[in-house]
C-alpha cells in the first residue's frame, strides 16, 4: 500500500477516534415523550414502554453493579417501590454501562461487575423488587434519555412526558440526606401538581460508553508491562506475613504451584482481583510453594501471566515447617488461600479453587471499614 494512502488512513482513524471521544449526549428535555425501548430483563424477557402502560407515573432510573454510589442507593430505590408501586407507579431500572468499558480498577468497591450475568446476580443478592433491564451492548437507550451517572432519574405522567430529571436525593450517605427530590416529585405528579423540583444535578459514577473500552484495553496492556519478581521467604518472613501486623492493609495470600492445575487455572483471575483492589488499602500476596531450585520456572510463570505483585517462593526445602509458619490450618493442599485483616485476623480461608464472588465479598466490606470511600460509610454486605 503507498504510503499516501496510509498516512490519510491514519489521519482519519485519529480523527474517528477524536470524534468517538468527545460525543455529546444531550439530556432528554422536561416534557418530552416517552422514548421507546426494547431491553432485555434478568428475568427472561424483553421489556418496553407497553408493558407499564396501565401505570399512572413511570419511573425509569438508570443505575448499575460496579458503582458504589448506585449500591449506596439500592435500599431506598426498593423502598421507593415498595412505598409507590402500591398507589399506581411502575419502576424501571437500566444498567446503561458497556461492560467491556469498566476497568478492574473501577471496581475496587464492588463485588459486582455490568455484565449480564453479574447483573443476574446483583438482582438476586440484593432482593431487588423492580425488574432491571440491560442497555449495555448497545447503549441506545441511555444515548436518547442522556444518562450522565448512576443512579439517574426519569418520571413520565401518565401521559407519559418527561416531569422531574435527577437525583434520588441529597446525599448517598442517607443519614446526610435532607431533600426527598424524587419522592417530592412523585407527590406532586400522583396529586396533579407541577413539582417544585423539576430538575437536578446528579452524582455518581459515570455512564461507562462504550467508546471507553479501547482506552481499557490501552489500560491493560500498560499493566502488562509492569515488573515482575520473585523473592524466597523463609518461616520467620511467612509468619510475619500471616501476623500482618504492620501493613494496615487487607492482605490476600495465595499458596500455589506451576504444577498445581486448580492454581494454574484460576491464576489470572487471581490476578484480577490485584487490579481491582490495590489502589486501596490491599495487598495480593502469591507464595509458590515449590522448592528453592525451582525459582526461575516459577519466575517465567509469573512473567507470562502479569503478576505484578508481591511474590514469593517457598525459601527452604522443609515444605512442613514453611506450611505451619503460614497458618496452621492449612492440611498442606492446593491451592490455599487466606484473607487476612489490619489486625491480623482472618476474614476468608479457602483450601481449593476460589469462589472469588465470596472472596470480593469478604474483601470490600473490609477495606470499606478501614477507609470508606469517599469519607462515607462503609457499604454494609447484603445477607444472602
Known sequence: MPRSVLSVLLVFLIAACRLAASVERPELPLGSPLPDFKLPGIDGRDYTPADFAKAEVFVIIFTCDHCPT??????????????????????LAINPNHAEAVRFDEMGYTDL????????????????????????????????????????????????????????????????????DTHDALEAILAGREPAVTHTKVFGCSIKWREK????????????????????????????????????????????????????????????????????????VTLAAQFPDEEPKVLKFLQDHHASTRNLIFG?????????????????????TLLIGPDGQVLYRETGSIDFLALRRAIVPALNAIKPWGGLSPIKPVKG
Not at 258 to 280: A, I, K
Open 113 to 180: 461487575g455490568d455484565t449480564f450475568d453479574e447483573m443476574k446476580e446483583r438482582a438476586a443478592h440484593s432482593h431487588f423488587n423492580f425488574p432491571y433491564v440491560d442497555d449495555g451492548p448497545t447503549q441506545a437507550v441511555a444515548e436518547k434519555f442522556g444518562a450522565v451517572a448512576t443512579p439517574h432519574v426519569y418520571i413520565f405522567d401518565r401521559s407519559r412526558h418527561l416531569r422531574f430529571t435527577g437525583r434520588i436525593d441529597d446525599s448517598e450517605r442517607e443519614d446526610y440526606a435532607r431533600n426527598h
Open 70 to 91: 448506585a449500591q449506596a442507593y439500592e435500599e431506598r430505590i426498593k423502598k421507593l417501590v415498595t412505598d409507590y408501586q402500591p398507589r399506581g407507579v411502575a419502576f
Open 316 to 336: 527452604t526445602t522443609d515444605k512442613y515447617a514453611l506450611i505451619e509458619a503460614l497458618d496452621p490450618e492449612w492440611n498442606g493442599a492446593l491451592p490455599h
Open 213 to 284: 473500552a479501547a482506552d481499557n484495553q490501552r489500560w491493560l496492556a500498560k499493566v502488562a508491562k509492569e515488573p515482575v519478581a520473585l523473592t524466597q521467604a523463609d518461616a520467620a518472613v511467612l509468619r510475619e506475613l500471616r501476623a500482618n501486623a504492620a501493613s494496615g492493609k487487607i492482605r490476600l495470600i495465595n499458596a500455589w504451584a506451576t504444577w498445581c492445575g486448580p492454581c494454574v487455572s484460576e491464576f489470572d483471575e487471581l490476578v484480577e482481583q490485584n487490579l481491582r483492589f490495590r489502589h486501596r488499602d490491599f495487598e495480593l
